[in-house]
């Protein structure tokens, strides 16, 4: 097993011991939550591999929670059993686990510590950006730990660092591994409806193709709530990239940002989000992804909700290794019931036409779904 994922396991398991702990049990309020979602989709253009199917999809999730008045824990595990009713082959079990431990060491500063162990498949993984990849077991696993200062009432810092590895089964795809490190200080301006944010971080990937990627990023942001119902947050800033391989070193700049609006009416909320981020990818070399969210939900009843989602996705590499570029757009409407507290029923449908800019070669690909699912929170 490599030896950074071994670290990270080990990681993970001191951290959930410690969390057992450092909690005292009779000043904690636990909450246990398990959960269970039935799906039964149709999809007439399974991972755009030009073939139609049904598809069980039967996930089951355990989480808990403790908290006191300087200490908050939440672990949880989750299981996605897939089968299809032609295509057995297809037929896969995917794995996820995180655990999350917050203290307040003192009245004006925060500790936090993340971690995330996850086994999944390649196709499961992309299919929102509409990525067409060749079907494999993917293996992920990530430490975060995290620490917030307030400096003044009107003033905080807040910084992360985060470790993480990629590793894939089939050649094709590179393994990475990735270490980053963000600092943000946030001030607060007088109204008490303003807030206004400076964010320097960097980004450090390897890829076993022996390529070096060192980003470094500068943000100003702005987050601004005009009345009860309406938000915006806005940042927005520049990126330097340098890249090291075995054939020489090369040098890029760009912009970074993001956009993302919160507006509540009475019965409907409407969020939008725009951002373009710069992350490791599978494909041996870091990718650029543009993205815009248009979600619009509408209570009917106290117990019928309905709701309407529009994504669009832009992502390219810079072509050192691999050259990928290519555009997704979806729409995805849905309906959901709930039968009481803990049961609820949805019927969706969405549409997804995904083109490859290189080549010109576009897909589309229709699916529609019902899924059942019920959570039951315990307090021992």
Not at 192 to 219: A, H, K, M, P, V
Not at 282 to 289: A, L, T, V
């Amino acid at each position: 097993m490599p030896g950074v994922l071994t670290t990270i396991f080990r990681i993970l398991s001191y951290l959930g011991l410690g969390c057992l702990i450092v909690v005292p049990v009779r000043a904690a309020e636990y909450v246990v939550t398990p959960s269970v979602t039935v799906q039964e989709t149709y999809d007439d253009n399974l991972f755009f591999y030009d073939m139609e199917d049904f598809k069980c999809l039967v996930s089951a999730d355990i989480e808990l929670t403790a908290r006191t008045e300087r200490i908050y824990v939440s672990g949880s595990a989750g299981c996605d059993i897939s089968e299809y009713r032609r295509h057995n082959e297809l037929d896969g079990v995917d794995h996820a686990y995180e655990i999350s431990a917050h203290a307040l060491s003192s009245a004006t500063s925060r500790l936090g510590i993340s971690g995330r162990y996850i086994r999944d498949h390649t196709t499961d993984a992309l299919e929102e950006s509409g990525d067409v990849v060749e079907r494999c077991e993917r293996t992920r696993a990530s430490v975060q730990p995290s620490a917030a200062i307030e400096l003044d009432p009107r003033n905080r810092i807040e910084g992360s660092c985060s470790l993480s590895e990629a590793r894939y089964e089939l050649d094709r795809y590179t393994n990475h591994t990735a270490e980053s490190l963000n600092v943000t200080w946030v001030h607060d301006l007088a109204n008490e409806r303003t807030s206004i944010l400076f964010q320097i971080g960097g980004n450090l990937t390897d890829y076993e193709t022996d390529l070096r990627q060192r980003t470094c990023l500068g943000l100003v942001g702005i987050d601004h709530r005009f009345t009860e119902d309406l938000k915006i947050e806005l940042n927005g800033g520049g990126r330097y990239t340098k890249s090291k391989s075995p054939g020489g070193y090369e040098e890029n700049t760009g912009f970074s940002g993001s956009l993302g609006l919160t507006w509540r009416f009475e019965k409907s909320t409407l969020l939008i989000n725009i951002s373009e981020e710069f992350t490791p990818s599978m494909y041996g070399e870091d990718m650029i992804r543009d993205r815009a969210n248009i979600s619009l939900r509408h209570r009917l009843t106290e117990n019928l909700k309905c709701g309407l989602t529009t994504s669009y996705y832009k992502n390219r590499t810079e072509g050192i290794v691999r050259t990928r570029e290519y555009e997704t757009f979806s729409v995805r409407p849905s309906v959901n019931y709930r039968f009481g507290e803990y049961l609820h029923l949805q019927l969706g449908y969405s549409y997804t036409a995904t083109g490859n800019e290189i080549t010109s070669h576009s897909k589309e690909r229709n699916r529609i779904y019902v899924r059942i699912s019920s959570e039951w929170p315990l307090h021992p």
